[in-house]
C-alpha cells in the first residue's frame, strides 16, 4: 500500500484537477447556452430560406446568380475541389474534432480520392486541431481561417463568404464542401458533410409531384431582381449557420466531457480517501502496537 504522504499528494493533484473540470463544465454550459438560442432561432429562418433556393434553383440558369449552381468540369474527375473542415481550436471536448478528422480523411481517400491524387484538392481548416493534424500527416493545406471561431459573428463571417463566393464564380474551384458538427442536443452532434456550391437543387419524387405538384411562386418586384438579392444572402446565412453550428456542438461536447471527467475525477477521489484512510488506521494501529510493546517490556 502507498505511504501517507503519497496518496494525499495524488489526492490534492485530483482535487485540483476536479477544480478545473468543474469550472470548464460551467463556462462551456454559458457558452452553450447563449448560442443554443442563437441557432435554435436561426435554423427555421436558414432551413426555409434554403428550400426556396433549392426550389429556385432551375431559375438560377437564366438569372445573373446562375453561376452559383453549375459545375464548370464535364469530368467530375478534373473538378477542382475546396474541402473545409470544421472543428474546434482547443481539445477537451471528446470526439467532437476526432470524428471531423476522420470523415476528413475518408473524404479524401474515397470521395475525392480521384481529384486529390491528381493534386485538386485543397484543404481549408477551420480549427488549429485540425490543421495541427493534418500537418503533422504530412498533407498539404491551403490555409486556415481558424480566427472565425475566436470571435463568431455574422458580420465576421461574412467576408469568408464573399470569398469562397468569388473562388467559385471565378471558376477557382468548382465544388466547396463543409465538414462539421450539426447541433441537435448538448449530448448529440451530427457528423455533416455538406455541399455549400454549387447549389443543390431539391429532388422531388413521383410521388411527391403526383400529390404536391410543383411549387409556384408570385415575383415581386421580379424574379431576377429576387434571386440577385436572395442567392447571396442565403449563401452567407448558410455560412454563419455552420459555423454556428459547429460552436454550439463543441461546447455541448466539451460540457459533457467536462462532465463525465468530474465524475471520474470524484469517484476517484473516493477511492482514494478510503485508501489514505486505510493507511492512516494502519499506520496509527503500529504506532499503538509499538506503544503497548514497550510498555509490556518495561
Do not use: W
Not at 435554423?43 to 446562375?66: C, F, N, V, W
Amino acid at each position: 500500500m502507498a505511504n501517507l504522504k503519497e496518496v494525499r499528494t495524488h489526492i490534492n493533484s485530483i482535487n485540483s484537477t476536479m477544480q478545473i473540470t468543474a469550472a470548464m463544465k460551467m463556462v462551456s454550459a454559458s457558452k452553450l447556452r447563449k448560442s443554443q438560442s442563437t441557432i435554435v432561432a436561426l435554423r427555421p429562418y436558414a432551413s426555409k430560406l434554403q428550400e426556396i433556393m433549392q426550389h429556385l434553383s432551375s431559375s438560377l440558369q437564366t438569372s445573373s446568380e446562375g453561376v452559383y449552381s453549375k459545375i464548370h468540369k464535364e469530368n467530375p474527375e478534373d473538378e477542382k475541389i475546396l474541402l473545409i473542415p470544421v472543428a474546434s481550436n482547443k481539445g477537451l471536448c471528446g470526439v467532437f474534432n476526432v470524428n471531423v478528422l476522420r470523415e476528413t480523411l475518408r473524404a479524401l481517400d474515397e470521395d475525392f480520392k480521384i481529384q486529390y491524387e491528381k493534386g485538386n484538392v485543397d484543404i481549408l481548416c477551420i480549427s488549429k486541431k485540425i490543421e495541427e493534424t493534418l500537418t503533422f500527416k504530412k498533407y498539404k493545406l491551403a490555409g486556415n481561417e481558424n480566427d472565425l471561431l475566436d470571435n463568431l459573428s455574422y458580420e465576421n463571417s461574412l467576408s469568408f463568404a464573399e470569398r469562397l463566393m468569388k473562388d467559385f464564380a471565378d471558376e477557382k474551384y468548382d465544388r466547396i464542401v463543409f465538414i462539421y458538427n450539426q447541433f441537435k442536443n448538448a449530448g448529440t452532434q451530427i457528423l455533416t458533410k455538406e455541399q455549400f456550391l454549387p447549389i443543390v437543387g431539391e429532388e422531388q419524387t413521383e410521388e411527391k409531384k403526383n400529390t404536391a405538384g410543383e411549387i409556384e411562386y408570385i415575383f415581386q418586384p421580379s424574379k431576377e431582381e429576387i434571386l440577385n438579392s436572395l442567392i447571396p444572402n442565403s449563401l452567407k446565412l448558410q455560412i454563419y449557420k455552420i459555423l454556428l453550428d459547429s460552436f454550439t456542438s463543441e461546447h455541448g461536447a466539451r460540457m459533457v466531457a467536462m462532465t463525465q471527467a468530474t465524475d471520474n475525477a470524484s469517484e476517484l477521489l473516493k477511492d482514494l480517501n478510503l485508501s489514505y484512510n486505510k493507511a492512516r488506521q494502519n499506520s496509527i494501529t503500529n504506532e499503538l502496537i509499538d506503544i503497548v510493546s514497550g510498555a509490556n517490556a518495561l
